[in-house]
């Protein structure tokens, strides 16, 4: 059996992960491919428990250390329980976020060392890695707009500009040193553009097989 594909999407808050998540699998679908979609932190039911200790306001202050290596515990059982398999029995994995997140906001954000990430990335993934990842780049101040008028903020929303200035800066810089995984989109442009530009990467992939 064919191996299935690994595509993630990433990028800093506002710029419609979620929108251009469902687009990537509904257009994958239609063209004959069995997908699942899944988030990080979270994917499974562990996870997803994870993924609310690092998410939610809570009285006792989460350290950096703490939040690095609950992203790790997380995406390890994410792994093992539903990324591995599906790639395994041919399926193509949809990710909102994934590893890159991780060197963006705590290598980025906390200011960890980039080498310390890349420990657990390789004792974590052990060689598993995106076949595709799609960064939506938008500016702070447009995403924080829009990631404004959704919901109250979390955890990590609630940083401040230069946080996320700083995000975006090491997810360019990712993309650049990695041309070949990494596509850059701008989301800035209308949705109807934003996917345009999607579907020229995903048709690319379908026809190199």
């Known amino acids: 059996m064919t191996m299935g594909k690994f595509i993630t999407l990433e990028g800093v808050e506002g710029v419609g992960k979620t929108t251009n998540l469902n687009f990537i699998a509904s257009y994958l679908t239609s063209n004959g491919k069995k997908i699942i979609t899944t988030r990080e932190p979270g994917g499974t039911k562990i996870a997803e428990k994870i993924r609310d200790l690092l998410l939610e306001h809570n009285e006792e202050k989460l350290c950096n250390e703490s939040e690095l290596l609950l992203m790790f515990a997380a995406r390890a059982q994410h792994i093992e329980n539903i990324i591995k398999p599906a790639l395994d029995a041919g399926k193509w994995v949809v990710c909102d976020r994934f590893t890159d997140a991780t060197y963006a906001y705590q290598g980025g954000g906390r200011h960890f060392k980039m080498a310390d990430i890349n420990w657990f990335e390789k004792f974590v993934q052990k060689g598993l890695s995106p076949d595709k990842t799609v960064l939506l780049d938008l500016s702070v101040d447009v995403g924080l707009e829009r990631a404004a008028g959704r919901s109250e903020p979390d955890r990590f929303e609630s940083e401040k500009k230069a946080f996320f200035n700083n995000v975006r800066r090491v997810y360019l810089e990712r993309a650049k040193a990695e ?31």
Do not use: H
């Open 179 to 209: 041309p070949n995984r990494f596509c850059i989109v701008d989301a800035s442009k209308s949705i109807e553009q934003v996917q345009k530009n999607i579907q020229r990467y995903l048709d690319k992939m379908l026809t190199d097989g």
